[in-house]
């Protein structure tokens, strides 16, 4: 059982928005920042965003994250058949003094 | 370009000690970074294990904490990581990577900007 929860799954058609949520407490998304990794199908995971809203170089501008309160969310627009992967969010929490991710969210370009 | 590479055996038997290290290339051990390992179940999701700093400072992740050694070798430019009394539970992809650790505002910023291609070790006798 993880400390953030994501859905399982979601999925879209090419040219499409979708977002993936994940929830958390007060200890971890509520207090520290969040961020978003992307897994490519055999490798190792890749950071997509940083400090709840910030792409690191080479990341395009179709992927935006956001956070409200003890939840956040990735947004990927424009979806195309090379964003299928499996997508993480991560945060520090402070009451285990480490840093936790979630569960995982299959994404499907249909 | 930084790169991170993985060693060790593939297959440890249960109740025993597995033992990974990780080859840093293309950067130094002892830069403003911490080093960190992060393991990956067959068909599940991330779990950190835990990190250490050039100095020899290590956090650990509080559920596996009473099992795991994290050590570096500032010589060999290489960290490495024990895992004691194993089980099959803890078969799994196991990655090595490099972090971005600082306090901005009392808010702590930790990431992964670099990893390693991960290596599989599976527990069975």
């Known amino acids: 059982q993880s400390v953030l929860t994501q859905p399982p799954s979601a999925s879209g058609t090419p040219g499409q928005r979708v977002t993936i949520s994940c929830s958390g407490s007060?200890?971890?998304?509520?207090?520290?920042?969040v961020y978003w990794y992307q897994q490519l199908p055999g490798t190792a995971p890749k950071l997509l965003i940083y400090s709840n809203n910030q792409r690191p170089s080479g990341v395009p501008d179709r992927f935006s994250g956001s956070k409200s309160g003890t939840s956040a969310s990735l947004a990927i627009s424009g979806l195309r058949s090379e964003d299928e992967a499996d997508y993480y969010c991560a945060a520090w929490d402070d009451s285990l003094s480490g840093l936790v991710f979630g569960g995982g969210t299959k994404l499907t370009v249909l | 370009q930084v790169q991170l590479q993985e060693s060790g055996p593939g297959l440890v038997k249960p109740s025993g000690t597995l033992s990974l290290t990780c080859a840093v290339s293309g950067g130094s051990i002892s830069s403003s970074n911490w080093w960190s390992w992060v393991r990956q179940p067959p068909g599940k999701g991330l779990e950190w294990i835990g990190e250490i700093y050039h100095s020899g400072s290590t956090n650990y992740n509080p559920s596996l904490k009473s099992r795991v050694t994290i050590s570096v070798d500032k010589s060999k430019n290489q960290f490495s990581l024990k895992l004691s009394s194993v089980t099959a539970a803890d078969t799994a992809v196991y990655y090595c990577?490099?972090?971005?650790?600082?306090?901005?505002?009392?808010?702590?910023?930790?990431?992964?900007?670099?990893w390693g291609q991960g290596t599989l070790v599976t527990v069975s006798s």
């Open positions: 990577a490099r972090a971005w650790k600082v306090v901005v505002a009392a808010t702590p910023i930790f990431f992964f900007d670099y």
């Open positions: 007060s200890s971890n998304i509520g207090s520290n920042y």
